[in-house]
């Protein structure tokens, strides 16, 4: 019943953009805060972004600082991650994800969606 359905993923090319999407359905998405993590091959899940209920406050990795930006728009029940100046070590798949506060916690999200590939080549 509660589903978070990620879109937007795809091939491009070093330098190049991408904008995310995440739909959610069977919550009610303004009660959650939402973040954005990431999974590599051979790597741990890692942080990406997060915002609040409100998307007022927002929390970004060190690696997304200044080249991505989240988003959320409650009337639509969505939330975006717009990717900017693409790098190959962006490569991996991205899986959003509803909890009860702005965290890079993994532990503090309580739904995930099934994740959407992007790859980036140099």
């Known amino acids: 019943q509660r589903q978070l359905v990620e879109s937007g993923g795809g091939l491009v090319q070093a330098g190049d953009s991408l904008r995310l999407s995440c739909a959610a359905s069977?919550?009610?998405?303004?009660?959650?805060?939402m973040g954005w993590f990431r999974q590599a091959p051979g790597k741990e899940r890692e942080f990406v972004a997060a915002?609040?209920?409100?998307?007022?406050?927002?929390n970004y990795a060190d690696s997304a600082k200044g080249r991505f930006t989240i988003s959320r728009d409650n009337a639509k029940n969505t939330v975006y991650l717009q990717m900017n100046s693409l790098k190959p070590e962006d490569t991996a798949i991205y899986y959003c994800?509803?909890?009860?506060?702005?965290?890079?916690?993994?532990?503090?999200?309580?739904?995930w969606g099934q994740g959407t590939q992007v790859t980036v080549s140099s």
């Open positions: 915002i609040n209920w409100s998307g007022d406050y927002t």
């Open positions: 069977g919550l009610t998405f303004s009660n959650w805060a």
């Open positions: 994800a509803a909890g009860s506060r702005v965290t890079k916690v993994i532990m503090a999200y309580n739904y």
